[in-house]
């Protein structure tokens, strides 16, 4: 995903509300990023292209084979995930989702002193991995 097909941005709250992140961080800094950080891309801000998103992957009915979602309970993307609350969306061994007790990326860690729920969620894609992997079986090359 690049920075414009999501949208989902962390931004600072209304002047009326209390707040730890700065209100200068709104969409247009976000839109500013995207140029700033990927110019060879991005001439001028970006305008989310989420409608296109949610129809390439059906939004929150995606439904794709071998996609592992490891997610975290501290996560603060966890609402723009299959785990958001309220969205009650099934694991199944095609598309397993699994939640640890982790904030974003925490289950990128591999070092010492992982929270076991983080190690649990590692183990277990691992093991989806591993079957899959075993499962897969190259194409036959076509002759010219």
């Known amino acids: ?33 995207c140029v700033n950080m990927f110019p060879e891309v991005f001439a001028s801000p970006p305008q989310p292209t989420t409608a296109e998103t949610n129809v390439m992957y059906t939004g929150w009915n995606v439904d794709v084979e071998r996609l592992f979602f ?25 598309m397993p989702i699994f939640e640890g007790d982790g904030f974003h990326c925490s289950d990128m860690d591999t070092e010492s002193g992982i929270d076991p729920t983080i190690a649990a ?3 277990t894609a691992l093991e989806y991995m591993a079957e899959w992997l075993a499962e897969w079986k190259p194409s036959a090359l076509e002759s010219p």
């Open 121 to 123: 969620v590692q183990e």
């Open 70 to 94: 490891a997610n975290g309970l501290r996560d603060p993307w966890r609402d723009a995930t299959v785990s958001a609350d309220g969205l009650y969306r099934s694991s199944t061994p095609g």
């Open 1 to 33: 995903m690049v920075c414009n097909q999501i949208g989902f941005w962390q931004d600072g709250p209304p002047y009326n509300q209390p707040a730890i992140v700065s209100r200068m961080i709104d969409p247009t800094y976000h839109q500013r990023q």
